[in-house]
T-cell receptor, first 115, second 115 residues
């Protein structure tokens, strides 16, 4: 069965510092991968997605992620974090690409930004 | 474009009571999902509809949870009777469905507290 692991439950970075959030997946075929962000009291907003092709994917708000098949990873990065980036971040894999966008999520990483 | 609408935003009930949540997906989206997000965890899929048919409900606790999507548009999720462990945010999402390279869009969720 597919699964997603986000090893870091909490991460604190200083404003302006770089950020990397880790995501490892377990999936038998070529995965469809996603990163979502959730601000307090809000739903999930898609940051970026990987379906195929270029393994470095650009997203909204200055985020990017790199798909590494050999490491079963899809880490999220941002070169310079802003205070407004404080939120919870979820990595997800599409469980059945032949049947819609059924997603298996990781446990999330809560990002705190120090001024 | 209007997003996924959910109501109510918040609900507090006593255990053993019943509760219902409503979701209106993005216009034209054939696929609708209900996810349960327990505090501190990633969302977990409860049920997926394609139009008004169920694609997957393997993780829906059918002894107390039910969902329907009459006419293939709006959907309701019901819990009867509620237990303390049902306290969670219930997220509705929709997508175009049986199309590759698409994504799911999420509503803001309904926060349920069972006391």
């Amino acid at each position: 069965a597919q699964s997603v692991t986000q090893p870091d439950i909490h991460i604190t970075v200083s404003e302006g510092a770089s950020l990397e959030l880790r995501c490892n997946y377990s999936y038998g075929a070529t995965p469809y991968l996603f990163w979502y962000v959730q601000s307090p009291g809000q739903g999930l907003q898609l940051l970026l997605k990987y379906f195929s092709g270029d393994t470095l994917v650009q997203g909204i708000k200055g985020f990017e992620a790199e798909f590494k098949r050999s490491q079963s990873s899809f880490n999220l990065r941002k070169p310079s974090v802003h205070w407004s980036d404080a939120a919870e971040y979820f990595c997800a894999v599409e469980s059945r690409p032949d049947a819609g966008n059924m997603l298996t999520f990781g446990g999330g990483t809560r990002l705190m930004v120090k001024p | 474009e209007a997003g996924v609408a959910q109501s109510p935003r918040y609900k507090i009930i006593e255990k053993r009571q019943s509760v219902a949540f409503w979701c209106n997906p993005i216009s034209g989206h054939a696929t609708l999902y209900w996810y349960q997000q327990i505090l501190g965890q990633g969302p977990k899929l409860l049920i997926q509809f394609q139009n008004n048919g169920v694609v997957d409900d393997s993780q829906l606790p059918k002894d107390r949870f039910s969902a329907e999507r009459l006419k293939g548009v709006d959907s309701t999720l019901k819990i009867q009777p509620a237990k303390l462990e049902d306290s969670a945010v219930y997220l509705c999402a929709s997508s175009l469905g049986w199309v590759t390279n698409t994504e799911a869009f999420f509503g803001q969720g309904t926060r349920l507290t069972v006391v």
